[in-house]
């Protein structure tokens, strides 16, 4: 196997397909419109890490093409809803752009007025603390001022897909992929 050497000649699809070979949970990160504060927002974001756990932080990254980018780098808080295997129909929903994600969607609100989806495998209420630019994305990094763990199996991203635990133990007992 060759190495390519110069990050000139790899390019955005070559790096997405290798990234997506990486598994992670699937979340939807979620607040109240700064421009309409009795309007929901919501992202879905597989980007999520852990920094410190001192000072239970996180970081996670936003698109600056998004349509709502904007409104997560001035978000003061937000709501990580860690979507569990069962919920792909709620990934689905989330992933589409434009408004109405909430549309006919009961939930409730923290105290901080961060939406809640019902459900999920854990929720974490963050603060954000900075922000830091790149070329295309901003991180936002956060402490933790909540946290709900329903200790449910959690949905899975892997290959550009979604997967349960349960069919990701089927694709390995059958060696398929």
Known sequence: ??????????????????????????????????ENPRQ?????????????????????????SSSSYQQWIHAPTFLVNILAEDQGDLLGRFAKKG???????EYLCTEQG????????VS??????????????SLIISRLETLVNNNKAPLIY??????????????ADTGNS
């Open 114 to 121: 961060n939406p809640i989806l019902e459900g999920v495998s």
């Open 1 to 34: 196997m060759a190495l390519k050497k110069s990050r000139a000649v790899i390019t955005n699809e070559e790096f997405r397909l290798a990234m997506s070979s990486w598994a992670t949970g699937i979340s939807v990160i979620t607040c109240m419109s700064s």
């Open 158 to 171: 892997l290959h550009s897909s979604s997967w349960s635990s349960t069919q990701l133990k089927t694709v």
């Open 124 to 137: 974490m209420e963050c603060a954000t603390t900075q922000i830091v630019d790149t070329p295309d994305h």
């Open 40 to 64: 929901p927002i919501a992202i879905v974001c597989n980007s999520i890490v852990s920094i410190s756990l001192a000072e239970k932080s996180i970081l996670w990254s936003v698109d600056k």
């Open 99 to 105: 408004p109405g994600k909430f549309e006919g969607l």
